[in-house]
């Protein structure tokens, strides 16, 4: 083990956020930057998250460049001497940590740590080229091989289990033999780490950009069980044409279709992901809307939650339902009536395990609720204004999340039979629903009110009660059909109705 400096075969960049920095500390705090920033500068990676550790409370050092930046300043952990400070940099804001060292020296703070790649310090007031690496992890890097600082790093932290999947999906890793051995020994442990921990690890694993190997590979290691059991039971459920795999393998399909989906909405995406006809047709299908379905997905849940992991979330559980409500007709064909109703029960419960806020759960419910509602809409053309209507009455902001999810989910079911006709015809449906949220939301999702409970009740002498409600939504639905424009119309629309249903009564 050596624990002297080394200079590195390429050079570590950095930005200028730590030259800043440098100018913010004093020398006597003896400050080094650790784990993932070093091995962030070495791969030649964009910067997120800044960690320092010194052999001081790390506390007042925080508050310090928390001042020094007009940022915000946090007491993370008083016993371990743990602050944070979040500062604006650059038109950006970044979350730097300091701590206290974990143990006598700074060796012993590194080798307590993970992986062997997050194991490394450079000295913030010295040479920032040279790497304090005890343990190997440069040579880690150049092997492209993930492994754990000890035999005592997985053990010690079930949770870093999950931490292995998310590094090794982020960093394309091959995962060290001795390390593989630990987390399939130690995965079961994760039932013993809070469900809080659990669910934050999990969430960054569905944002690493492969979610769907990355899922696998939690399958192949048997650690989803630990954390979203109801995937389990998809597989080996077969399904009938014009389905190609089963429910599991379907479902892994949707993610990274989905991925890709999401992937194209980055202003700065790479211009192959839609070179296949399929993804340069749905790009082109969601071009006018690109903007404002970009804002979408960039929404943020709590504790930094990001929405394309919520929505990958949903796609996991898509089709949960399905083991349940298997059946095979008379005719061979095999169904799964109400799936999408079952599989809203098992991804409310799911999200209620996981601790989402209730909004989240919410919003995932909805999606897979919902999420067939597209492909329905799809075989009754041709789209009237008061289907849309329906459709965005029925799913709120989630709609735009299945509209997203809709394609990869037809990708998924069709495989390589899928022929353009189809695709193109598919596409203009979701294309239409996407048209009446962002371009006639006034007119066919959330037209003006024309009438009131109150003007029901004074006009037509009705009580307050549930047929309220009902007629009113009778009007909106012929207001956007256009058969009704001003409250005059609507009362006299309201009046031909009661008069039909008195009749027929």
């Known amino acids: ?247 599991l393998q379907h479902t892994l399909h949707t993610i990274e279709h989905l991925s890709t989906v999401l992937s194209i909405l980055r202003a700065n995406h790479d211009d192959a992901l839609t070179g296949n006809m399929q993804f340069g047709l749905l790009s082109q299908s969601l071009k006018p809307y690109l903007s404002r379905l970009e804002e979408h997905i960039a929404h943020e849940w709590p504790n930094g939650r990001t929405h394309r992991a919520l929505l990958l979330l949903a796609a996991l559980l898509h089709d949960a339902g399905k083991p349940q409500t298997r059946s095979v007709g008379d005719d061979g064909r095999v169904h799964f009536h109400q799936h999408e109703q079952i599989g809203a029960q098992l991804a409310e419960k799911r999200g209620e395990a996981l601790r989402l806020s209730n909004d989240e759960v919410q919003r995932l419910t909805t999606i897979v609720k919902h999420h067939m509602r597209p492909h329905w809409l799809h075989g009754a053309k041709p789209l009237t204004p008061r289907a849309i209507y329906r459709f965005w009455r029925d799913t709120g902001p989630a709609g735009i999340d299945i509209c997203l999810l809709a394609p990869a989910d037809l990708l998924a079911t069709y495989g390589p039979t899928l022929d353009t006709p189809t695709w193109t015809d598919y596409l203009e449906t979701v294309q239409a629903l996407l048209d009446g949220y962002f371009v006639h939301h006034d007119t066919v999702v959330a037209p003006p009110p024309l009438l009131t409970g109150q003007h029901l009740i004074e006009h037509f002498g009705l009580q307050p009660g549930p047929q309220i409600g009902m007629l009113l939504e009778q009007v909106r639905e012929a207001q956007v059909e256009g058969l009704v424009t001003t409250t005059q119309e609507a009362l006299e629309w309201i009046q031909r109705f009661l008069d039909t249903a008195t009749k027929n009564n």
């Open 1 to 247: 083990m050596n624990a002297q400096p080394i200079v590195p075969n390429r050079p570590l960049i950095w930005p200028d956020v730590i030259e800043a920095i440098r100018q913010a500390a004093r020398p006597s705090d003896d400050l080094y930057i650790v784990g993932g920033a070093v091995r962030d500068a070495y791969l030649h990676r964009r910067l997120h998250d800044i960690d320092l550790a010194t052999p001081h409370d790390g506390r007042p050092i925080a508050r310090r460049i928390a001042d020094h930046f007009g940022g915000v300043y946090y007491s993370l952990d008083p016993q371990r001497g743990v602050g944070r400070a979040i500062i604006p940099f650059d038109r950006e804001q970044l979350t730097i940590d300091a701590a206290q060292f974990r143990g006598p020296d700074l060796t012993t703070d590194l080798l307590l740590r993970d992986f062997t790649i997050n194991a490394m310090a450079v000295r913030l007031a010295g040479d920032l080229q040279e790497v304090i690496d005890p343990l190997g992890g440069l040579t880690d890097l150049d092997q492209r091989l993930l492994r754990e600082c000890s035999a005592e790093s997985i053990r010690s932290d079930p949770v870093r289990v999950l931490r292995a999947v998310r590094t090794s999906a982020n960093y394309r890793l091959h995962i060290e033999p001795a390390t593989l051995s630990h987390i399939k020994q130690y995965g079961a442990h994760l039932d013993r780490v809070s469900i809080e921990r659990v669910r934050d690890e999990f969430f960054q694993i569905l944002d690493t950009p492969k979610p769907a190997a990355a899922i696998a590979l939690l399958l192949h290691l048997e650690l989803l069980d630990h954390i979203v059991p109801e995937v389990a039971t998809m597989r080996a459920v077969e399904q009938g044409p014009p389905h190609q795999v089963d429910v």
